[in-house]
């Protein structure tokens, strides 16, 4: 069973930048896909960004050329960074794992953006 765990999050203002990153603990199988989600308060969760074992990223549009989610593969660490923050992205950010098609989540971690 694989386990996540994120930190990092925190209080900033507008403009700032925050680098979360998520830990990944328990697989003995390559993990094939890592990402991030958030949910704001009274939200939907959205995804916000993934990357491949091999480096390929995708992110959600509302945060391209802001975010930048990279992996250290020998460490099972996930990291985002996030510059030029806006009060819209203020939500609990969740690490995902995927392993041999299995679904893993985080408990989270809160990210608040004040004007």
């Known amino acids: 069973q694989v386990q996540l765990v994120e930190s990092g999050g925190g209080s900033v203002q507008a403009g700032g930048s925050l680098r979360l990153s998520c830990t990944a603990s328990?697989?003995?199988?390559?993990?094939?896909?890592m990402g991030w989600f958030r949910q704001a308060p009274g939200k939907q969760r959205e995804w916000v960004a993934a990357v491949s074992h091999r480096g390929t990223t995708n992110y959600v549009e509302s945060v391209k050329g802001r975010f930048t989610i990279t992996r250290d593969n020998a460490e099972s660490r996930l990291y985002l960074q996030m510059n030029s923050l806006k009060p819209e992205d203020t939500a609990v950010y969740y690490c995902y794992a995927n392993v041999r098609d299995m679904d893993y989540w985080g408990k989270g971690t809160l990210v608040t953006v004040s004007s």
């Open positions: 328990g697989s003995d199988f390559v993990i094939n896909v």
